[in-house]
């Protein structure tokens, strides 16, 4: 009940809860309501008394008799159990009737407001008032009285009769008041008007002089709809002052301002002189403004309306708003990245100044060894679960850096001081010192802009840091952005702000919003690498040399990279230049596979769509069963004619009614009862056999775990639970969300019963560094699957891009990938593709893969940028080794002139050892290094077997790694040797078998060997890797951080669309109940697509957050630390501007590229067709 508000009404503040006991008893009414909504709708009931004797006498004990609270409750606290001493109605009634009595004998009634004259006869009025009280004051329970009590009583009824209306109400309490409020009143005393005040709560209206219609609320773009005949909105949109409060009224001419301003001068006035502004004259309307810390001109008001849109298309409200939400993702995110893709964006931009400023914050933090904050990431919901994703990504980039994502509302809570301090238990508490101190980068997320603790936080932020805060918006308008450009200007602050140009969004369960958000962190994230990037090739390549700088698998990273100065900032960098270019491909693959899972002929979306339908039917189960049941009854009743009873009716062609057979009739009725009994389940096992789901699952209500994952399942857990937010009580659904990996085994397996639904995001385990964390999860899903009653357990659905099948799992879908193969994944192609082959037999393994490694590597070079990056495997830079093998220098190691046992045991020390003989027989494949030389013949080269189609990387005839024999380009033969002769023995004697198809290769990459079942490809992956040499294992971790880029900003991303069309699926059915209404899976009961309001942290006034000193305020406060001018120009002095040279060392993103070629196509159509036939004939006889 107590929200923590309080309202000061004499010299102490009085808490809300109390302020409703004493409400009570002015009012003489009892309400027990707790919000705060009653509670001040009491308050202006006793406080806005303009034009009303009865409730104008009433506030005149208020404020000229009473002394405290306790005045109305005997003495006592306000309480419930407290007493009432508070004038009782006949009491007021009396007071009321002498008031009125005297008014309208009095000139002041008849003399028009705002004059001399009129000011004289209220004075008179007044003594007239006191006189009369002296002497009745013994018939109106005045005796206990003194006279200046009466005159205090007189003088604070007639000013409020004639003052005290709705706005001045308003801003009365708000200045009394401690908290954060956005209200909007309106009263039945001042019909046609309407009074809006915000502070430290976002609150706006919207008008237009050509309509009599104004629309307001706290959310901006809810005043943006369509009014007038036309589809328009209306013209021009205010949004009040919530920083510094504001108090507008708007309604027909006030004519209790003339009042107000002949009574008060602007010195004695209580609040500051309000602006007013006319409408039309056509609508009589008047809008008042009124600032309630600083006065304002009507001129600086106008300075504010916003122009809205001329157009706005408002949702059909015949179409699934989350299914539209859904088909804008691929489009929105194409956007996306064309925004990023212009050097002169203003996320460009933007995201320049965070470079630089980054810098700065790495060159002052690298001493003292990642103790201090270098990036803070704010949010709340959605937008913090990406934010600290989004941490942890740009860790992986720059391992040193310390990234911390918090929510907004434990800064706005843990930094503030005693006694308002709000703590968070297992937090570390982030402290005012602490940023003061680290002076860190900040990053506030917020799809709406005006989320109430990170719009809160911002204002905090800007004054502790300044121009190091920068925002993320899903709009380019919102209180947010206003808030940095107040203070940082409108040049500095355009710069702050990023945006995901998804727009409003109005349905609740968040999907194309999440993922405009995810992917504007991954283009910034591939900037700043980018950025980082361009500083260590500044030295290394320059434009007028025109060099290229050597790929190297990372070679020359650290010490001597860069300008000088820039050691803190790219030397931390955990990845290479071509590191970037290939994950900027594989973010590119993802707009390849979006349409697949979004559009609904994709067979994908279909497979996904049908297994989310199979589920509803699972949830929408009780109440069809209901329905049945209930059909039943109402014809077996009806008719007479029960089951049991009608089937052996029709069998002996007797009735169960007759004579002689009451035994037989006693029994059907048996059988009839309890087969109404047992109807539920009856039809329960009925549905389940003919729809084919598992018919012993348990009864009732479903219970859906999301597994994957933190930021997939915080959000899917969200947007399942939003979609069913409004559904009936017996279709509804249990919504749990864990990570796989780390917590589901001790949160759920002892939950797990029969028809439990589990959705399990699988990583893919065809990627080297994924593949222990696929096998983990797995196996955390046998454990729950192995908890079985009846021979049932849950029902398990996974969901990832490796084909690989498991008998756990009721259902895998495979998603579908247009990405490159990852160098390990090319290795173990490789090696399956080689392992039939009588060559590869007799070879060492340790060699054959460091051969295959140092070939793939020096044919990337000498391909160089003339071949389709499309067509080379992920992190082949880091493919060189380093131990005497490279062909190139014509160097052979000494271990791999030996035999091939001899080879075999020479190298066991690298080799991890295994007990799995599927194991060994992929580790079959020994190789001789010998004369792999570039300057012998090919008939004394080695020769690998040719690989199968699904490899990416190719290899052409005349490198180290072809032979006469064999092609890497694709379907080659094996065999191959030391010489002609003995290859061509080989062939007699070894019959090759052709390579596996793609489509086999990607189901089971162990095709052909008699140990390769689903069950074990995981494992043989696992073992495959642990019996390579070490420094093969160590060049294939350097591809490590890629490999974990991929997983967390488009592989996790990718699972994450996927199970939003499943659920959506899901719920869409569940929606549309038998016989029932459906209900609106885009709207939940709160209402709460944007939490404007102050829950469950609230702000008090805004300079009181800090307890600092002015010295130390106004030191850290300059402007150039403000607009961060200085820090940028010193940070470009030491490492150059990055949006120079970006474009210059990285390609663009393949989508900006084929939309340009397709430009240049279509123009070039054009042109052609522009041209006369006279001319075609001419060009065709010059060709």
Request: glycine letters at 8%.
């Amino acid at each position: 009940e107590d929200s923590g508000h309080t309202c000061r009404i004499y010299d102490s503040p009085l808490p809300v809860s109390s302020l409703g006991h004493w409400l009570n008893r002015v009012l003489g009414t009892s309400n027990d309501v707790g919000s705060d909504s009653a509670k001040i709708a009491g308050y202006f009931d006793v406080f806005a008394t303009a034009g009303d004797w009865h409730a104008s006498a009433r506030l005149g004990w208020v404020l000229g008799v009473a002394e405290s609270e306790a005045d109305a409750c005997e003495g006592d606290d306000c309480k419930p159990t407290a007493g009432n001493s508070a004038p009782k109605k006949d009491v007021i009634e009396g007071w009321r009737d002498v008031f009125e009595e005297k008014w309208e004998a009095s000139d002041a009634s008849k003399t028009d407001v705002g004059g001399r004259g009129w000011v004289r006869e209220v004075k008179r009025l007044e003594s007239v008032l006191v006189e009369t009280f002296l002497e009745r004051k013994y018939t109106h329970s005045m005796q206990s009285w003194p006279s200046s009590k009466v005159k205090s009583f007189v003088s604070a009824a007639l000013t409020a009769f004639l003052t005290a209306d709705a706005a001045s109400t308003m801003s009365a309490m708000l200045r009394s008041a401690t908290g954060s409020f956005g209200v909007s009143v309106v009263c039945a005393k001042e019909r046609g008007s309407a009074v809006l005040a915000a502070w430290g709560q976002p609150m706006c209206f919207s008008c237009d002089p050509m309509a009599a219609v104004v629309l307001y609320g706290s959310e901006s773009t809810a005043t943006a709809v369509p009014v007038q005949e036309n589809g328009a909105p209306l013209r021009y949109r205010y949004n009040l002052d919530d920083q510094d409060g504001e108090v507008v009224r708007i309604g027909p001419p006030n004519h209790r301002r003339e009042v107000h301003e002949s009574l008060f001068s602007p010195e004695s006035s209580p609040f500051p002189t309000p602006a007013y502004a006319t409408f039309d004259a056509a609508y009589d309307c008047e809008v008042s403004f009124q600032p309630l810390t600083r006065p304002t001109s009507i001129s600086e008001a106008a300075e504010r309306f916003i122009l809205q849109p001329s157009s706005v298309a408002p949702p059909p409200l015949d179409r699934d708003l989350v299914q539209m939400d859904l088909d804008d993702i691929p489009n929105v995110l194409r956007s996306v990245t064309r925004e990023w893709s212009d050097p002169r964006s203003l996320m460009r931009l933007a995201a320049s100044d965070f470079v630089h400023l980054f810098s700065d914050v790495r060159e002052r933090h690298r001493p003292e060894g990642g103790r201090a904050t270098d990036v803070l990431i704010t949010g709340i919901e959605s937008s913090l679960w990406l934010g600290e994703q989004f941490a942890a990504d740009l860790k992986i980039l720059f391992p040193s850096i310390n990234a911390v994502a918090v929510s907004a509302n434990k800064l706005l809570g843990a930094l503030e001081e005693m006694p308002r301090m709000v703590h968070f238990a297992g937090y570390t508490r982030l402290r005012s010192d602490d940023l003061y101190r680290d002076r860190p980068l900040v990053i506030c997320i917020s799809q709406s802009g005006q989320t109430f603790a990170t719009l809160h936080a911002t204002r905090l932020l800007l004054r502790m840091l300044g121009g190091n805060v920068f925002l993320l918006t899903g709009t380019r308008d919102s209180k947010m952005r206003d808030a940095v450009i107040d203070a940082l200007g409108p040049e500095a602050g355009e710069r702050r702000v990023l945006h995901n140009l998804s727009g409003v969004r109005p349905c609740e369960p968040s999907t194309v919003a999440a993922a405009a958000m995810h992917h504007t962190l991954t283009e910034f994230l591939i900037y700043v690498g980018q950025c980082a990037c361009m500083v260590a090739d500044s030295e290394v390549s320059s434009p007028s040399r025109g060099g290229r700088r050597q790929s190297g698998g990372g070679e020359g990273k650290g010490k001597g990279r860069g300008r000088k100065g820039s050691k803190a900032f790219d030397s931390e960098m955990a990845i290479c230049k071509e590191d970037l270019i290939d994950f900027r491909d594989l973010v590119d693959s993802l707009h390849d596979d979006l349409p697949e899972m979004i559009n609904r002929e994709g067979r994908l979306n279909q497979r996904l769509r049908a297994k989310g339908q199979q589920w509803a039917r699972h949830i929408t189960e009780p109440w069809r069963v209901m329905v049945l049941s209930g059909a039943y009854i109402l014809v077996t009743v009806i008719s007479g004619y029960p089951i049991f009873g009608f089937l052996f009716g029709c069998a002996t062609g007797f009735s169960a009614d007759s004579p002689g057979l009451v035994g037989v009739q006693y029994a059907l009725r048996v059988l009839d009862a309890l087969f109404y009994i047992f109807l539920p389940k009856t039809f329960s096992y009925l549905l389940r056999y003919l729809e084919g789901r598992t018919i012993l699952a348990r009864h009732g209500k479903r219970t859906l775990v999301i597994c994957d994952v933190p930021y997939v399942y915080k959000n899917l857990e969200n947007y399942v639970s939003k979609l069913f937010a409004l559904s009936y009580s017996f279709i509804n659904l249990e919504v749990h969300g864990t990570s796989a990996h780390d917590e589901m085994v001790h949160r759920f397996t002892h939950r797990v019963s029969r028809g439990v639904l589990m959705l399990l995001g699988r990583p893919d385990g065809r990627i080297l560094s994924m593949l222990k964390t696929e096998q983990t999860i797995m196996l955390a899903a046998k454990q729950a699957a192995f908890i079985e009653n009846y021979s049932v357990g849950p029902e398990i659905f996974t969901i990832g891009h490796n084909n690989v099948q498991s008998s756990i799992a009721a259902k895998h879908i495979c998603i579908p990938s247009s990405r490159r193969k990852f160098l390990s994944e090319s290795l173990y192609d490789y090696a399956m593709a080689a392992k039939s082959s009588s060559f590869m037999q007799e070879q060492d393994f340790s060699n054959s893969a460091r051969m295959i490694l140092d070939s793939m590597y020096n044919q990337s070079l000498k391909l160089g940028a003339a071949y389709p990056r499309r067509l080379m495997t992920i992190g082949v830079c880091h493919a060189r080794m380093d131990d005497g093998l490279d062909s190139s220098a014509g160097s052979v190691s000494s271990t791999s002139q030996r035999g091939g046992a001899q080879g075999s045991k020479g190298k066991a020390r690298d080799r991890a050892q295994s007990e799995d003989d599927h194991a060994e027989e992929v580790l079959a494949l020994t190789a001789k290094a010998s004369g792999l030389r570039d300057d012998v013949d090919t008939s004394q080269r080695s020769s690998l077997p040719a690989t199968p189609r699904s490899v990416n990387v190719s290899f052409a005839p005349g490198t180290p790694m072809s032979g006469r024999s064999s092609s890497f380009f694709g379907g080659g033969g094996g065999g191959g040797g030391l010489d002609e002769g003995s290859s061509d023995s080989r062939r007699k004697s070894h019959k090759y078998k052709p390579p596996a198809s793609p489509d086999d290769m990607h189901g089971d990459p162990l095709m052909g060997s008699k140990h390769a079942t689903p069950s074990l490809s995981l494992e043989s992956r696992f073992a495959f890797a642990m019996k390579l040499p070490s420094e093969a294992r160590e060049r294939l971790g350097k591809v490590m951080p890629i490999e974990h880029l991929y997983e967390s900003r488009v592989g996790s991303f990718e699972r994450y669309i996927s199970m939003l069309v499943a659920m959506h699926a899901m719920a869409e059915v569940a929606s549309k109940p038998w016989l029932l209404p459906s209900w609106d899976t885009s709207r939940s009961q709160s209402n709460l697509r944007v939490a404007t309001t102050a829950c469950p942290v609230c702000v008090e006034e805004e300079e009181d957050i800090l307890d600092l000193s002015s010295t130390r305020a106004d030191s850290l406060h300059t402007e150039e630390f403000d607009s961060s001018k200085h820090t940028i120009i010193e940070a470009k002095k030491r490492i150059g501007d990055p949006m120079d040279d970006v474009e210059r060392l990285f390609p663009p993103s393949n989508i900006v590229a084929v939309e340009e070629e397709d430009e240049i196509k279509k123009k070039a159509i054009s042109k052609v067709q522009s041209v006369p036939s006279s001319m075609h004939l001419g060009i065709a006889q010059m060709g």
